[in-house]
């Protein structure tokens, strides 16, 4: 069961009217190593790991979700304004077309969202792996974005975003040390 | 080989009301190479034959897997 707080993680200030920067963001929002394929990965490889590591699987779930509401707040306020012809300028004119004014899961490229972006092995230590490299890849992903963006309040919110990255990276590191540790135990007993 | 040092076990959440008949504990795969972060030179080797047999030149790399073991 979920609690629903009705804030963003972290407060979003959109300066610019630029729905060139949405499109960019979209990377982020249906991408492959986006916000959703990484909450949509941890939720469901979570029922198949040792109990140890359940927890750190739904809680970083829950975290990418929020940070999926935060992208989706930043490519809406970017966008929600913006006239069909600048849309049509940004390179979104085939996003309106199917969508008008509204959100998607795709990515920068109008790639609509797929599960064959994530994988369930079944497997602890192949899962805790793939979830390393998905966090590693999103962090690199912001940082194309920050090079991309001349937005600061955007800039500003991906800085946090991308740190938040690291630190997930490190806790499916910490996971893999804790399943390490529980080598061998059939022996002892 | 000794296989259960690349093995871990865990012990599932288990509900009385499970449908099917409960697997108590669950084991899974902590491959050799999760343990050596660089190969040290030196290793003991297997003979070339081995060698082709077992997939590594070091058998220090090799746990194996069957299906006797019941993994899945
Ligand atoms: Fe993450």
Request: charged residues 25%; hydrophobic residues 35%.
């Amino acid at each position: 069961m979920w609690v629903y707080e009705k804030k963003l993680l972290y407060p979003v200030e959109v300066t610019t009217c630029n729905p060139m920067l949405a499109k960019y963001l979209m990377e982020q929002y249906g991408g492959a190593d986006g916000e959703l394929a990484a909450a949509l990965r941890y939720m469901n490889q979570r029922y198949t790991v040792p109990d140890k590591v359940i927890g750190v699987l739904t809680d970083i779930s829950t975290e990418e979700f929020s940070h999926l509401e935060m992208l989706a707040t930043m490519i809406y306020k970017l966008t929600k304004d913006a006239t069909p012809e600048q849309l049509e300028k940004a390179g979104l004119g085939a996003h309106f077309v199917n969508h008008g004014h509204s959100l998607f899961y795709e990515n920068a490229g109008g790639v609509p969202f797929t599960a064959t972006y994530i994988q369930s092995k079944g497997d602890p230590i192949a899962d805790l792996y793939e979830d390393i490299a998905a966090e590693e890849k999103a962090r690199a992903t912001y940082q194309w974005l920050i090079d991309i963006s001349d937005d600061p309040g955007v800039s500003d919110a991906l800085r946090f975003l991308r740190e938040r990255e690291n630190i997930h990276s490190l806790r499916f590191r910490e996971s893999v040390e804790i399943l390490k540790e529980e080598r061998d135990r059939k022996k002892i007993f | 080989m000794n296989q259960s040092q690349f093995r871990g076990t865990y012990r599932p959440y288990v509900s009385p009301r499970d449908p099917c008949p409960p697997i108590l504990e669950k084991t899974f795969v902590l491959p050799p190479q999760l343990f050596t972060n660089f190969q040290k030179p030196g290793l003991p080797q297997n003979s070339p034959e081995e060698a082709l047999k077992q997939g590594s030149l070091w058998p220090q790399f090799v746990d194996g897997f069957y299906r006797e073991e019941g993994i899945s």
